[in-house]
């Protein structure tokens, strides 16, 4: 945003912001970005007089001047601004194009619009090159403004709408900042599993992931057409092998020719062929395989019981004590009956993991990834963030150059309930009780962060009881070197820990918290050889998306959301 | 590599390299990346008397001098070379060090080893600072020469190794250029889903996503303890509702008080009430829930049949159809018994989607992509490469310089089996037939680009009878608009096409290839409303990185292979 040089003149103006006057072209297709227009510092003006093909999808259209010509605002996605597209009467029936969600192909030239008007260019169409119709009687999302609800009943058209193209370039934005961040602090991305064996918490609802119920359908369909033998059946053939027992045993003792008995011998191994399949055949019964009245996954796909990862932290963990700085980030999968406006039964995660580092470095590692997605957004989509501040959270641009900007409260766990201790006696009513050693509920973590501290707050030092096995005991025995990021507006947003590197304590810790050893065999075993000091964190990648944007259910900022009793498409 | 430099002397040279004479620290760890030193062009010998951290894993350990000191060469997964440490017997019990798999901690100081020795800077250890020790009885991966094969059997242990560690470099490396390229030319990064109910191409072998076993499997232990009312029990309960609705009935009579009846009738719906819940505990039953002899899915998680994602393909469209041009990139799932070297049951999957575009497009950015991330390996992963080369596949750099820089050759179908036919006529043998209308076999796609060609090939158009639904009818009205890209050492890299965009053509497919049309409502509506030419295609990242690497087996080229009978970890 080239605010300072508004005062130059037109012409040094784009020299300065270093623009070229002729459009980029798209690689890959023969029409131009919008984005490449519109989207410039100067508004496209730079380019008047330029030929270009434009397509993109009628936001909004109108017959003007008694039909002599229309006029379209065009969007194709690549930027929230739309084209000014003008089409006279003689090039379309105009009727057909000004239908919100048209898709139209122009070929034209670019002008300068005349004075007063708010776009700083516009497209003189000179050929319709084609047109996707829209009866927008039929349009299930026709220009009238649409709730946020009414839209996830349209996942398939959602995207077409200003709010959720706009969502989807802010969480293209957080996901190539990602990247950028751990690759430019030489960070490998490892892909850890979706299928699983393994339960990270050692709770958590996972879903299952089988083929023993369609390949149990399967059976049931091909018993029905061809049906099992009877016991008839079997006892015929075993009849038939008895019988050519008889006669190679009559053949021999008749001392018969080599080739008669031989023929025999293979007429008795056809038979036992046929008694056998026909045995197997027999065994086969419709429904989930059991053994000892218990389902049988010996026969499922992976020979056993397999789950949805619920986090890739204990895999990573591998690659980690290996090759030092790694991350994930994919998907992740709870099979927990919430209905509330923060959970998912699907949703992203971006998991990092530190060798050679403590809870500090960790901490540092998470501000430092948190403020560099901030910036990210505040150099790469500022027009997006205007639009949402616009729409639906006025603060979200301050929020980000706050967190951007401030270094983050540290207070260890104990600090924190202290605080809240002190805020209910100064008259703060919370749901639940304040005391040492409770987990801090979703009302704690933002009292702390928006109003005590009016910043992000890192919580460390938990509690051993209230956090999971992996994380290091600290030298007073109580509490684990675990850490929290809070962030206003969504609370928690990083989830972190150094881990337990001391293979007695670990496993003793195992134990303690009532689990079994064998699962966690190969984990153990990165303590028992070249064991080395590490930490990492996960960031819920929606809550990023929620903090940045100001949306408020975690539905609509991922594309395809799934949550109990709906994962449409 | 600045090879040209060689005869500057070294201070020049190093000015020339734009090096500077100190570490460059760890954002996140106070020790410094073994890259930092080793990884630089002058082999870290600028940096002659600097004092460092360094930490690692010892590659392989010695002691000398009668064991008054040790060599350790230290590796911590950030480059493929390893530095070399010598610890005085002063500082630590030597023998405790020298295990393969050690993981240390050291502080020293940086010196230029005795000339004619291999490495350009050593590190004198001023003092241990940890160290995670081995048994080396028992470490699993001692440093004997381990086949891959072996390896797959420790998953938690192998990225310990420097083909597993290259592989990860190498892998990380084209996952971070695939999003670069793709950012580049202004492609949003969407998530499609991992859980659904969409079958893309009407075929596959899915894995079923449930909570039904488990569900079943709570109920069943939860019966067990608490078990179901009898009907005694329901008897009885009934038995005390009649008894209540006649006290009611005998007080309202007698015209008792109000606080009496009132009284009564409370206990009435007390008695009412736990009649109530005893039917509905005596309506469960173990097992999964059933409805007309069939699995009542309305019951699972998602209150019907979910499935882990084939590919993104259809639901990605649902975004080019609104922003244009976007990609995928995440796991995907075949349920197939393969034991091939070249299946996986999760695998990982780019699919571009471009709007405004066509065939001829799809194959320029398909080929854009692939030569870019030749050129990325060949620019930032050369060390790793020279590993590869070296070790595995002597080709594999000639084969990225090769790619990277010729354009490739493009056939249509047609085309492709007439060379193949000409191929047989010259004495080639092939397993499978050649004639127009076979979809081509590996060995077919091997031959036109390893033998014929020796390049990368593209084949386009072919027959429709072959191919998904969605593709693009041609006007011969018997080939699509579809295009693989075959590549030599793998094959089939890459497949695409352009996407029928005709309401009434894609309809007529449907039901041609045997579809319902009820499931894909959404996916016409693209068509109904606002339709447009585009274009895509699905890059199989394993592939990408047996290409580049050489490796055989794609089990070695993700970092947790899951295929049948296994899912580890």
């Excluded at 008694?66 to 996605?77: M, R, S, V």
């Excluded at 706050?402 to 260890?412: C, E, K, L």
């Excluded at 820990?497 to 079994?516: C, D, N, T």
Aim: aromatic share 8%; proline share 5%.
């Amino acid at each position: 945003m080239a605010e300072t040089d508004q005062a130059l003149p037109p012409s040094d103006q784009l020299a300065a912001m270093n623009l070229t006057d002729t459009v980029e072209k798209h690689a890959f297709s023969d029409r131009v970005l919008i984005r490449s227009i519109v989207g410039r510092p100067d508004g496209g003006a730079g380019l008047a007089g330029q030929r270009v093909r434009a397509g993109g999808w009628v936001k909004t259209g109108r017959e003007q001047g008694k039909g002599t010509f229309a006029f379209l605002e065009l969007n194709d996605g690549s930027c929230p601004a739309n084209l000014q597209v003008i089409v006279d009467a003689g090039l379309a029936v105009l009727s057909k194009l000004v239908a919100t969600g048209t898709c139209v192909v122009v070929d034209g030239i670019l002008k300068v619009p005349p004075e007063g008007t708010r776009q700083k260019i516009e497209l003189r169409v000179e050929k319709v090159v084609s047109v996707g119709e829209v009866d927008p009687a039929k349009y299930p999302i026709p220009k009238t403004k649409l709730t946020l609800e009414f839209l996830r009943d349209h996942l398939h058209l959602r995207a077409r709408t200003n709010t959720i193209a706009a969502i989807a370039r802010i969480r293209n934005a957080l996901a190539f900042a990602t990247h950028s961040f751990f690759q430019e602090h030489n960070f490998l991305y490892v892909h850890t599993p979706i299928l699983t064996t393994s339960d990270c918490e050692g709770a958590g609802e996972m879903f299952q992931v089988t083929t023993l119920i369609s390949e149990s359908e399967k059976l049931e369909k091909e018993l029905i057409k061809n049906p099992p033998p009877s016991e008839v059946d079997i006892e015929a053939a075993r009849q038939v092998v008895s019988e050519r027992v008889e006669a190679v045993k009559q053949l021999k003792a008749a001392k018969a020719s080599k080739s008669e008995i031989t023929a025999s011998v293979a007429e008795l191994n056809k038979a036992k062929e046929n008694l056998s399949k026909l045995e197997e055949r027999s065994k086969l019964k419709p429904g989930i395989p059991k053994k000892d009245g218990k389902i049988d996954y010996t026969q499922d796909f992976f020979a056993r019981q397999a789950f949805l990862t619920v986090s890739g932290q204990l895999q990573v963990e591998t690659y980690a004590c290996a090759v030092s700085n790694v991350y994930t980030f994919g998907p992740t999968f709870r099979a927990e009956h919430s209905h509330t406006s923060r959970h998912l039964a699907e949703f992203w995660m971006v998991e990092p993991e530190i060798a050679f580092a403590d809870l500090q470095d960790d901490m540092n590692c998470a501000e430092a990834y948190v403020k560099y997605m901030c910036n990210w957004l505040l150099d790469k989509c500022l027009d997006d963030m205007l639009f949402m501040a616009k729409s639906y959270d006025k603060g979200c641009i301050d929020r980000l150059r706050m967190v951007a900007s401030i270094p983050f409260v540290r207070i260890s766990y104990t600090e924190a309930v202290e605080l809240l201790e002190e805020a209910v006696r100064g008259g703060k009513k919370f749901e639940n009780e304040v005391k040492w050693g409770i987990d801090l509920a979703s009302e704690h973590e933002r009292y702390l962060t928006e109003v005590k501290f009016q910043k992000p707050v890192i919580v460390y030092n938990y509690p051993k009881g209230i956090k999971a096995f992996y994380m290091r005991l600290n030298d007073d025995l109580k509490t684990v070197a675990a850490m929290d990021v809070l962030v206003p507006k969504v609370g928690e947003l990083i989830g972190g820990s150094q881990r337990e590197e001391r293979y007695e304590v670990i496993r003793e810790r195992i134990l303690e918290v009532g689990l079994p050893l064998e699962p966690y065999e190969w984990y153990l075993d990165l303590r028992r050889y070249g064991t080395v000091k590490h930490c990492g964190f996960g960031l819920g990648f929606e809550r990023m998306i929620l903090f940045a944007t100001g949306i408020e259910n975690i539905r609509d900022v991922i594309p395809f959301p799934r949550y109990p009793g709906r994962a449409d498409l």
